[in-house]
Each structure stands twice: as structure tokens, then as C-alpha cells.
């Protein structure tokens, strides 16, 4: 089985180098073809459920059967990526919802969301069977990822409308959902909050775990009509959306399509989840793609779901959005 698999992973090696090949001698032989393909776009994006929403993208990219031309970096901290749109290293990333809000304002306006790429994926995972509603958290230490981004500021939000004040409970950040995971692997009775997929990892390695509350869930009861919770975005340095407005646009489109392919093929999208180290084993890969809620939402539905979260968060802790909600600039509707 795996002499296979490496069967199989050699001969896409081979296919993507030939078919690239080709691209690339047409492209030479065609003189309209360099106004397609010259400029160069560098994504980032997130260890996890954002990363695998490009995952068909990073593959066609590969084997050049996009519009565009792409370089991919993936990070395992927010703030590196925020770090090099500031400074102009990235022309796109794949950020925590709330972040993005934050960078919008310390830059000055100057970048822009142009998707939602990730709704809920947030999930309480504990073997304590005493743990079944936000009411049971009183007094617990809770282990996470993402301080000041989309996980601190939803479990804070949630809590706060539970009638807890930040004394009735305690938060211990790890650098890595994987660190997490591991400390619930040694002590089932711990809290953890983790995202997809590690949340489903971490259940199959450890069949004392199950998940006590979907975030989600909680996000949806406690803002009432604001909708539910937006966990990540894609945002675009703007002066590269007003320099290259056709770059982005074939973006979007290769982005949805690459959502789409996951969405339907996520037997696929758990090969190349592993190929990319994003998990461990393409058969929890497989279970949790259907609960990653990877999406590509645009235009007035991403402005609607988008600022009503960010809303919710400025009424809460203005901090959490950067000091204020983001001006209608921040939503990129289109040309």
C-alpha cells in the first residue's frame, strides 16, 4: 500500500514537472502569454483549516494550470503573517477573522478582505464528563492557541455572556494546536480548545476525548441574530489590489474552485493535507475535511457574516478588533 503511494506521488511529481514544462515553452513561444502570467502573487496562510482550503490551489499552481503565478508560505503563528503583509514580504494571507480587523487599523486602511475562507472550527475537547455546558467552565484552566486573535477572543466572548468575568477562569496559550493536543493526550481530564482537525486527531488518538462544546454552537446562542462565527478571512495588501486588480481576481477564482475541489474530493485534499504536514494521517484528515466549514464567501454575504463577528467583538472589547470596527473600506466587494 504505501509502495503505492509513492508509485503515485512520484508520477504527479513527473506530471507537474512536464506539465509545467509545457506551460512554461508555450508561454515563451506565445507573445500574449506574458501578460497573464507575470505577475508573481505570495500567499500565506495558517497551519491548518485555512491552508487547507488552497490546498488544490497549491497543486494546480504546481503543475501551472492556474491563470496566475503563485508563491506559498505557510505559517504556524498569526502574527508572522500579519509581520509580512505590514511589511509588504506577502500580497495575501489567510488570517484569523478578528486580526484582520486589527491590522486594518494599525496599517492605516491598508489592506483589505476580499473572502471568508473558514467559518466555525472551534471545539472543546476534554475527557472530563463533568464538562457538557459553558456554565461547567467556572474555575478551569482552558489550553489554546491564538492569543489576541479569533480562538481567545470568541472563548472570551462566549464566557462573558455565561455571566463569567475573566477572574472565574484561566487561559494557558501554546504556540501550536499540536501542543495542545499533546497535553490532552497525557491528561484526558484537561481542556483544550482546538480546531479543526486537530480536534478530530486528538479524539482518535485518544478515545477518552470527546468534544464538550462546539464554539460555534455557543457563538450562535450567546450574539443571537448576529449570525454565527467567522474564524478565518483572506486579506490583500491594497496597494497591490489597486496595482494588480487581475491578479487578485484570478486569485478568487482559483481560490473558490480550490475550496470546491476539497469540499467534493476531501479523500484528495486529506493526500495533500499530509503532503503538506498539516496532519498527520490522511485517514483523520479525511474525517475532519467535512467539519473544517472551508468556504469561499464573497461580496455583500462576506460583508454581512464578516462585520456582524467583528461587531459583536467591538461591543465586547474594542480591542479585539484593533480599537474599532473597520470602516466599509475593509470590505473588498468587487470591481
Known amino acids: 500500500m504505501k509502495e503505492n503511494k509513492n508509485i503515485l506521488k512520484r508520477r504527479r511529481i513527473v506530471k507537474a514537472f512536464l506539465t509545467g514544462f509545457i506551460m512554461a515553452l508555450l508561454c515563451a513561444l506565445a507573445a500574449g502569454c506574458s501578460g497573464v502570467k507575470g505577475e508573481k502573487i505570495r500567499v500565506g496562510s495558517l497551519k491548518g483549516p485555512t491552508s487547507m482550503g488552497i490546498l488544490f490551489l497549491e497543486q494546480k499552481a504546481e ?25 509588504g514580504e506577502l500580497d495575501i ?3 484569523p477573522a478578528n486580526a484582520a480587523a486589527v491590522l486594518y487599523q494599525r496599517m492605516d486602511g491598508g489592506v483589505e478582505v476580499i473572502d471568508i475562507n473558514t467559518l ?43 455571566g463569567f468575568s475573566e477572574d472565574d477562569y484561566s487561559l494557558e496559550f501554546k504556540s501550536e494546536a499540536a501542543e495542545v493536543a499533546a497535553i490532552l ?25 470527546r468534544i464538550a462544546l462546539d464554539l460555534n454552537e455557543e457563538w450562535e446562542r450567546s450574539s443571537g441574530s448576529a449570525g454565527g462565527m467567522v ?35 476531501p479523500a484528495t485534499g486529506a493526500e495533500y493535507a499530509v503532503e503538506q504536514g498539516i496532519v498527520g494521517s490522511e485517514a483523520i484528515a479525511g474525517r475532519a475535511i467535512p467539519e473544517c466549514n472551508i468556504v469561499c464567501i464573497t461580496g455583500d454575504e462576506m460583508k454581512a457574516l464578516l462585520s456582524g463577528y467583528l461587531g459583536v467583538l467591538e461591543e465586547f472589547d474594542a480591542a ?6 473597520p470602516d ?7 470591481q
Request: proline share 4%; hydrophobic share 40%.
Open 231 to 265: 474564524t478565518g478571512v483572506t486579506i490583500v495588501r491594497r496597494e497591490f489590489l489597486e496595482e494588480n486588480p487581475n491578479a487578485v481576481a484570478n486569485f478568487l477564482k482559483d481560490h473558490r474552485e480550490s475550496v470546491e475541489s476539497i469540499n467534493s474530493d
Open 185 to 209: 493526550s497525557q491528561d484526558p481530564d484537561a481542556l483544550g480548545l482546538l480546531p479543526q482537525p486537530f480536534a478530530t486527531a486528538a479524539l482518535a488518538q485518544n478515545q477518552k476525548l
Open 328 to 334: 466599509a473600506d475593509f470590505y473588498f466587494l468587487g
Open 120 to 162: 466555525g472550527v472551534l471545539y472543546l475537547v476534554t475527557g472530563d464528563p463533568d464538562i457538557d455546558s459553558a456554565d461547567d467552565l467556572e474555575g478551569k484552566k482552558i489550553y489554546l492557541t491564538g492569543m489576541g486573535t479569533t480562538p481567545e477572543a470568541s472563548l472570551r466572548y462566549i464566557l462573558s455572556q455565561n
Open 93 to 95: 494571507a489567510l488570517v
Open 63 to 87: 503543475e501551472g494550470l492556474t491563470d496566475g503565478q503563485y508563491e506559498f508560505r505557510m505559517a504556524t503563528l498569526a502574527d508572522e503573517l500579519l509581520s509580512l503583509i505590514a511589511q
Open 320 to 325: 479585539m478588533v484593533g480599537g474599532r470596527a
